[in-house]
C-alpha cells in the first residue's frame, strides 16, 4: 500500500539549517508530484514546496523561497526539503505529500486540492 515516511525533523536554533526527508513506498514513485506541507501550531497545514516527477520544475510558497529547496532522488524514492535560515515561524509539522488520484501531473500550486494523501509528519523546532 501507499506510504510516505517523514524523518529527520528536530529542534534548531534560530538561523539554522535542517534537511528533512521522506520515502515513498508502494506505488510509481517517480509519476508524481511531490509536496512539501507545513502545519504551525494552531494552523491549517499549508503547501509550502512542490517538485515535478522529473525534478525539473519547482515552486515555493513565498515566505521559504530562497532558504528552503525541495529535491528527489527517483531511484531512491525519495524527497528532501534542505531548510536554511530557518526562523522561529518555520516551526511546524512537515509531511511530505501526493495526489495519489493524479499521476503524471503538475500545475505548480500549492493549495490544499493539490495534494490528498501524506505521511505522519516530523516535528521541526526552530527555537534558541
Known amino acids: 500500500h501507499l506510504q510516505l515516511v517523514e524523518s529527520g525533523g528536530g529542534l534548531v536554533q534560530p538561523g539554522g539549517s535542517l534537511n528533512i526527508s521522506c520515502a515513498a513506498s508502494?506505488?510509481?514513485?517517480?509519476?508524481?508530484?511531490t509536496y512539501w506541507i507545513r502545519q504551525a501550531p494552531g494552523n491549517e497545514r499549508e503547501g509550502i514546496a512542490c517538485?515535478?516527477?522529473?525534478?525539473?520544475?519547482?515552486n515555493y510558497e513565498d515566505s521559504v523561497k530562497g532558504r528552503f529547496t525541495i529535491s528527489r532522488d527517483n531511484a531512491k524514492n525519495t524527497v528532501h526539503l534542505q531548510m536554511n535560515n530557518l526562523k522561529p515561524e518555520d516551526t511546524g509539522i512537515y509531511y511530505c505529500?501526493?495526489?495519489?488520484?493524479?499521476?503524471?501531473?503538475?500545475?505548480?500550486?500549492?493549495?490544499?486540492?493539490?495534494?490528498?494523501?501524506w505521511g505522519q509528519g516530523s516535528q521541526v523546532t526552530v527555537s534558541s
Open positions: 505529500g501526493i495526489h495519489s488520484g493524479r499521476p503524471g501531473y503538475w500545475s505548480g500550486g500549492l493549495g490544499h486540492d493539490n495534494y490528498d494523501t
Open positions: 517538485l515535478s516527477p522529473s525534478g525539473r520544475l519547482t
Open positions: 508502494g506505488f510509481t514513485f517517480d509519476y508524481y508530484t
